[in-house]
């Protein structure tokens, strides 16, 4: 009986780690690292994420002040993509996609990131990303983690010159990953359309409310 209860406590053990987002930290070239994934919806691919503030892309992860992230570059779904989703899944009775993508890159250094942002377009279409910000990057090696949040899927990918070892900015991709793991499922795009950039539907700021 000890032995099968040991054998079942290292079995449970297992299944733990599998389950920990560590699990798949593995980096592979920017060339054969998965990208996003479209499935069907090959009109989803024209529509279209900006680059976000430092600011939101903190209130998106909830996370608290005075926290920063100064090696994380993120991309949001335009107000535009939010309004397309919705009416694609109006317009194909239910079998079209309400769900938007998140897609984060924590670099290993700000000096990385502050490049590669000056190389980057502030807007771009989902169907450019996996060729022009993932396999665009040369030289580089990436570790890609995937959660999906409800109606919002979030790609994160940790960025790394190719040959380096280990992960300078490791602290930061932690708390990426664990807010993330710890957010609710997105019901609906409330979130998004509460960001600064973003033309409101139907929320209020906070200071106009308070009025």
């Not at 450019?128 to 665009?136: A, D, P, Q, S, T």
């Not at 990436?142 to 109606?151: E, T």
């Not at 991709?173 to 409101?200: C, G, I, K, W």
Request: proline share 5%; hydrophobic share 40%; charged share 20%.
């Amino acid at each position: 009986m000890d032995e099968k209860q040991t054998n079942n406590n290292n079995n449970k053990k297992k299944k733990q780690k599998h389950k920990h987002p560590s699990s798949d930290y593995s980096f592979k070239s920017s060339s054969e690292v998965k990208g996003l994934r479209f499935g069907g919806q090959l009109i989803v691919k024209s529509f279209t994420i900006r680059r976000a503030r430092p600011q939101e892309i903190l209130r998106l992860l909830s996370l608290p002040p005075p926290s920063t992230l100064p090696s994380t570059t993120a991309f949001l779904p335009t107000n535009f993509t939010i309004l397309a989703h919705h009416a694609w899944h109006t317009l194909t009775l239910g079998l079209g996609t309400k769900n938007s993508k998140v897609v984060m890159f924590v670099f290993e250094s700000e000096t990385m990131k502050v490049d590669v942002d000056r190389m980057w377009p502030g807007e771009i279409p989902l169907g450019e990303v996996n060729r022009k910000l993932i396999k665009g990057l040369t030289g580089c090696e990436m570790a890609r983690f995937k959660f999906r949040k409800g109606c919002i899927t979030f790609y994160v990918y940790a960025v790394r010159r190719t040959g380096n070892v280990g992960f300078s900015c490791a602290d930061d991709l932690r708390v990426v990953l664990e807010y993330v793991v710890a957010l609710n499922d997105f019901m609906d795009h409330t979130a998004m359309l509460a960001m600064p950039n973003q033309r409101s539907i139907s929320f209020a700021p906070v200071a106009a409310m308070a009025h």
